[in-house]
């Protein structure tokens, strides 16, 4: 069974449109993360949820959003795309809660911007 | 602001070596360190996990070590094999818990010949 799953896997849209990746995870965690691997392969983390709550945002500009309908789920809503969105984008979750664990990485999804 | 350097950036030996990855991060005030492997075009896999409070995590041919106070840590491979052929990447939690995102060092890039 997969731990954490994302979709789509690769996304090719024009500038200017909005799209979504949607993430989930089957492992009863309580934390949820988004980071972007840009070209250059380096990783970032952009948000995390963690309750519901957002938690953390850095310095992401605010066409992306996080939306969370629950504890296993953190979507990622992307807004008047723009050439630099490309990358992958890669979702991941951990136990979360008082302790930082081990964070478990979903497949990525692979974002084109034309 | 916490950065992560990991060294060398690429790194190519014969099969059968012992090799040793470095890690290096600038504010000791973390709460573990990871490190991933990293498949092309696929996400990532956690190998081993360190707390702030442990001096190395062993599992199977590779023994990682941390020195939290000069802020350093080290990834043992022993007798390298064709498959660990991958990208090593090295991540640092920031201390007090809670849900904190991961930093990354850009990574070593591992090529074992056959």
């Known amino acids: 069974d997969t731990a954490v799953s994302q979709t789509p896997k690769y996304l090719v849209t024009q500038m200017g449109n909005d799209k979504s990746i949607k993430c989930e995870q089957n492992?009863?965690?309580?934390?949820m993360y988004w980071y972007k691997q840009d070209s250059k392969k380096f990783l970032k983390i952009m948000f995390s949820?963690?309750?519901?709550?957002?938690?953390i945002n850095e310095t992401v500009p605010n066409r992306f959003s996080p939306k969370s309908p629950d504890k296993a789920h953190l979507n990622l809503h992307i807004n008047s795309l723009e050439l630099g969105d490309s990358a992958v984008y890669f979702c991941a979750s951990s136990p979360g809660g008082a302790y930082t664990d081990t964070q478990y990485f979903g497949p990525g999804t692979r974002l084109t911007v034309l | 602001k916490q950065e992560v350097t990991q060294i060398p950036a690429a790194l190519s030996v014969p099969e059968g070596e012992n090799l040793v990855l470095n890690c290096s991060f600038t504010d000791s005030a973390i709460y573990n360190l990871q490190w991933f492997r990293q498949d092309p075009g696929k996400g990532l896999t956690s190998l081993l996990l360190i707390q702030s409070s442990q001096r190395e995590q062993t599992s199977g041919r590779l023994n990682a070590s941390l020195d939290k106070s000069s802020g350093r840590s080290t990834l043992y491979i022993a007798a390298s094999q064709p498959g660990d052929s991958a990208t090593y990447l090295c991540a640092v939690s920031r201390s007090g818990g809670g849900a904190d995102g991961l930093t990354f060092g850009k990574g070593t890039h591992l090529i074992i010949q056959p």
């Open positions: 492992l009863g965690h309580d934390t």
């Open positions: 949820y963690n309750n519901k709550e957002l938690i």
